[in-house]
């Protein structure tokens, strides 16, 4: 009875592991590939317009979308990097975190998330309409210095 159960257990766990690296090796492939390319500088410039909805200076938007599309350790970084540059300041760094913790990763979360049965488009435009509405109520509500 233990032995079955640990067998089957082990079984699904061996099957899920091997869902999650059919999707994060080739994704981590296309992505190492898309900065390669500077796919996401140009992604960037269309959102600049929406940065100052959401009370940050335009240079936001590529760490943002690096943060959104990457994951939160690649976006750290080019937010770090912004920071010391003195390209964003407080207000800018505190926005982009805020919405970041609430949506980053969207490719490969979503796709994780959609192996184990959630729906892609639900995950995405939630995760997304709260980022954006957490975001830009702060960047009204709370004072900077």
């Known amino acids: 009875m233990v032995e079955k ?3 089957e257990a082990l079984s699904g766990s061996f099957n899920m592991l091997i869902k999650i690296a059919m999707i994060v ?10 900065k390669e ?4 500088e140009k992604w960037a410039k269309p959102l600049e317009p929406v940065m100052g ?6 240079e936001a938007a590529f760490p943002l979308l690096a943060g ?10 080019l937010i770090i990097d912004s920071a010391r ?3 964003l300041k407080h207000k800018d760094l505190v926005l982009i975190s805020i919405f970041l913790v609430i949506c980053h990763s969207l490719i490969e979360d ?7 049965g959630a729906k892609a488009t ?5 995760r997304l309409i709260l980022a954006l509405i957490v975001t830009f109520l702060v960047s009204r509500l709370v004072k900077f210095n």
């Open 5 to 7: 159960l640990f067998i």
């Open 122 to 126: 639900v995950l995405i435009i939630y």
């Open 85 to 87: 540059e003195g390209i």
């Open 53 to 58: 909805f959401l009370g940050m200076k335009k």
């Open 110 to 116: 979503t796709l994780l998330f959609v192996a184990i």
């Open 68 to 77: 959104l599309i990457f994951g939160l350790a690649y976006g750290a970084g």
């Open 37 to 40: 390319l500077r796919v996401l």
């Open 25 to 34: 090796i080739p994704l981590m492939v296309v992505l190492e590939v898309a």
